[in-house]
C-alpha cells in the first residue's frame, strides 16, 4: 500500500536519484547490478533524503546500448531481475516514500524486438516494414542510404538489410546504433503499442516516465537531406531530424493518459523529457497539457563561471515561467562527464550548440581534481538552491570522478566503436558505486570480475567512509537535502538576484533565505552566525565569515 503522499504536482520540487541498474548494486555476484541491489540499498536514499529515483531502462535488451535497446517494454532484463522483483521494488519505494520514474525509450527499439524481427522478416512496403522507417537506398542499385543523416553515435544513420531472400535490400533509419532502429510514429499501430506500454506500467504503480531522446520520434515528412557542408545537430534548431511539430499531439495524447490516474492512491503520474534543446524550444513541451518537467541540460553544460551560470539561470526560469512549469536543475548522468572532473578542466562547459556529444570534448584534457572537487561542492549548493526540481546521478552524492582511464578492452559504450576509437565515450561515468570495504569492489558484488572495473583507489569514496566523515560529499548532500525539506524557503517558488560584484551570484528566496556562490579572488564577508551551510569551511574574522573564490554558502537573510 503506497504511503507516498497524493501531492499532485510533487515534481515541482522533487530531488530525484538517478539509479543505472547495471551499476547500482549487484546481489547475486554475476557482476552485474540488479533490482534486488536496488531494494536492498534504499536505505542509502533513505539517509540520502532524496523525494524520488528514476531507475534507467531495466527492460530486456542485448545492452548494445546500456539498455536504451530495448526487446520487450513491458518485462525486466533477467540479468537485472524479474518483474515481480521490479513490483517489490515499487512496493517497498513507497513504503519508504520514494516515488518512482522509470525511462521510456520511444524512437527507437532494439534489432531484437520482435517487431522488428518481423519487419525483416516481411516484404518492402508490408504493414511490418510500416512501424519503422525502412527506404530503398539511392543509387543504380539502390547502393547509397536514402538520404545524408549522421547517426548520433557516428557513421551514417542509415544500415542496408539483406532481404529474407538473399538479394541487397532496403535501408532502415537508425539514429543511434545499428542496433536500434527508429520507430515510425506516423504509423497508428505503434502509437497504440506505446499507449498500452504506458498503461501497462502505470498500473503496476510507477509514478513517471523519463521520455529518452524526447525530441525526435517523428521526422520530417519525405526526410529531406540536410544542407551540404553545413553542421545541423541535435542542439540546433530547424533540422528535419529533430524538434518537428508532429511531437505535440503525442505528448498532448500521453499527458491524457497520466491524468487518467488522478484518482489512484498516488495520484497522476508525469513525465520528465530527455531533450538537448535550448530553452525556448524546450519550454513548448512543458505547456500544460504536455509534459510536466524536462531536464536542464543548458544548466549541466555551462562552464564553471558566474557569467555563464547566470545567464543560464535567468533564461531558465524565464522560459519556464512563460508556460507555468517549474524548472529542473541538473549536474550530470549516465551520458555525461562526471562534474567533479568536468569542473577540474581548464574548459569545464560547452557552447551548447555544438552539435559534437558532450562528452567527447572532455575526453583527454587534464583535470585538476582538488579544484574540481573544491567547485562541484559548491555547485550543488547552487543546484539545490534554485527554484524547481533537481536530478542527482547515482555516484555524484560521493564526489565519484569520471573514470578516465578504463583500459580500451572493457570499454562498451556503442560511441567507442562507431566513431572508430575517437571518442570514448560514456563507460567513465558508469562504473559501478563503491559501498564499503577497502578493496574494489567495495561490497557492490561478491565477484571481482564486475562488468566495469572499479578503480582500486576509491576507498575513501565509500557510501560507507564517507558516511562517518563530517567533510565528505555525503555529508554535505544529506545536510543540503535536510535543510531542503526543513526550509519552506527551498524547493519551487521564485527567487530575486542580490547586487554582487560580476564573478559573485547571489539570490534570496522568501523567506529569509539567501545563497552566494564565490567564483572571483575576492572573499565575499557575511555575518558568520547566519551561515546555514557552507560547500567549505570558511575563514571567519571575529564576527564575519569569508567566502573565497569556488566557495558557496546558504544563508539566513
Ligand atoms: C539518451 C540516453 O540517455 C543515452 O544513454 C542513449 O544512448 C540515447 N538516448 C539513445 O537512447
Ligand atoms: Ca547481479
Known amino acids: 500500500m503506497a504511503t507516498i503522499p497524493a501531492a499532485n504536482d510533487w515534481w515541482r520540487s522533487a530531488v530525484v536519484y538517478q539509479v543505472y541498474p547495471r551499476s547500482f548494486a549487484d546481489s547475486n555476484g554475476d557482476g552485474i547490478g540488479d533490482i534486488r541491489g536496488i531494494i536492498e540499498h534504499l536505505d ?44 517489490a521494488l515499487v512496493t517497498r519505494a513507497h513504503e519508504l516514500g520514494l516515488r518512482i520514474i522509470i525511462d521510456l525509450v520511444p524512437n527507437h527499439s532494439s534489432e531484437e524486438h520482435p517487431w522488428f524481427k518481423e519487419a525483416l522478416a516481411a516484404v518492402p512496403g508490408s504493414p511490418e516494414r510500416d512501424r519503422y522507417i525502412f527506404r530503398d537506398g539511392h543509387g543504380v542499385n539502390g547502393e547509397l542510404p536514402p538520404n545524408n543523416w549522421p547517426s548520433v553515435f557516428g557513421g551514417s544513420a542509415w544500415q542496408r538489410i539483406t532481404e529474407s531472400d538473399g538479394t541487397p535490400g532496403q535501408w532502415y533509419l537508425h539514429f543511434f546504433d545499428v542496433s536500434q532502429p527508429d520507430w515510425n510514429w506516423k504509423n497508428p499501430e505503434v502509437v ?23 525530441n525526435s520520434m517523428v521526422k520530417e515528412s519525405g526526410l529531406p537531406d540536410l544542407p551540404e557542408n553545413e553542421e545541423i ?25 497520466a491524468d487518467e490516474y488522478q484518482d489512484t492512491p498516488e495520484g497522476p503520474r508525469m513525465f520528465v523529457a530527455e531533450a538537448y534543446l535550448p530553452h525556448d524550444r524546450l519550454v513548448r513541451y512543458l505547456e500544460p497539457d504536455r509534459l510536466h518537467a524536462s531536464f536542464n541540460f543548458e544548466f549541466l553544460l555551462s562552464a564553471w563561471s558566474a557569467g555563464s ?3 543560464t539561470i535567468t533564461e531558465s526560469l524565464a522560459a519556464h ?36 556529444p558532450p562528452h567527447a570534448q572532455f575526453h583527454g584534457t587534464p583535470t585538476d ?39 580500451d578492452d572493457v570499454l562498451q559504450d556503442p560511441t567507442w566503436e562507431r566513431s572508430e576509437h575517437t571518442d570514448r565515450g560514456r563507460d567513465g561515468c558508469r562504473v559501478p558505486l563503491p559501498w564499503s570495504g577497502s578493496e574494489a569492489p567495495y561490497g557492490w558484488s561478491s565477484t571481482d570480475n564486475t562488468w566495469l572495473p572499479i578503480p582500486n583507489t576509491w576507498a575513501d569514496w565509500t557510501v560507507e567512509a564517507e558516511k562517518n566523515d563530517p567533510s565528505s560529499f555525503l555529508t554535505l548532500y544529506r545536510t543540503l537535502l535536510a535543510e531542503r525539506r526543513d526550509n519552506p524557503a527551498l524547493g519551487a517558488g521564485t527567487m530575486r538576484w542580490n547586487d554582487s560584484p ?42 564575519l565569515a569569508l567566502i573565497g573564490r569556488d566557495q558557496a554558502a546558504w544563508l539566513r537573510s
Open 44 to 87: 542509502h536514499l533513505v539517509f540520502l533524503g532524496v523525494d524520488a529515483l528514476w531507475i534507467s531502462p531495466w527492460y530486456p535488451s542485448p545492452l548494445a546500448d546500456g539498455g536504451y535497446d530495448v526487446s520487450d517494454y513491458c518485462d525486466i532484463n533477467p540479468d537485472f531481475g524479474t518483474l515481480d522483483d521490479a513490483d
Open 192 to 214: 497504440k503499442e506505446f499507449d498500452r506500454i504506458l498503461k501497462f506500467w502505470f498500473d503496476r504503480g510507477v509514478d513517471g516516465f523519463r521520455i529518452d531522446v524526447a
Open 233 to 257: 545537430g541535435e542542439l540546433v534548431g530547424n533540422s528535419p531530424m529533430w524538434d518537428q511539430p508532429g511531437l505535440a499531439p503525442i505528448q498532448r495524447r500521453w499527458r491524457a493518459i
Open 309 to 311: 551560470l547566470r545567464t
Open 321 to 356: 515561467e512563460s508556460v507555468g512549469a517549474s524548472a529542473t536543475w541538473v549536474l550530470g548522468n549516465h551520458d555525461n562527464f562526471r562534474p567533479v572532473s568536468r569542473y577540474g578542466k581548464q574548459i569545464s562547459g560547452l557552447d551548447f550548440s555544438d552539435p559534437a
Open 369 to 407: 581534481i582538488v579544484l574540481g572537487r573544491r567547485r562541484a561542492r559548491a555547485a550543488v549548493m547552487l543546484e539545490l538552491a534554485l527554484p524547481g526540481g533537481a536530478y542527482v546521478y547515482q555516484g555524484e552524492e560521493l564526489g565519484l570522478p569520471e573514470v578516465e582511464d578504463l583500459p
Open 502 to 543: 560580476d564573478d559573485v551570484l547571489d539570490f534570496s528566496r522568501e523567506p529569509n533565505f539567501r545563497c552566494v556562490v564565490n567564483f572571483g579572488d575576492d572573499a565575499v564577508l557575511v555575518m558568520a552566525d547566519s551561515v546555514i551551510v557552507a560547500s567549505a569551511s570558511l575563514e571567519n574574522h571575529g564576527e
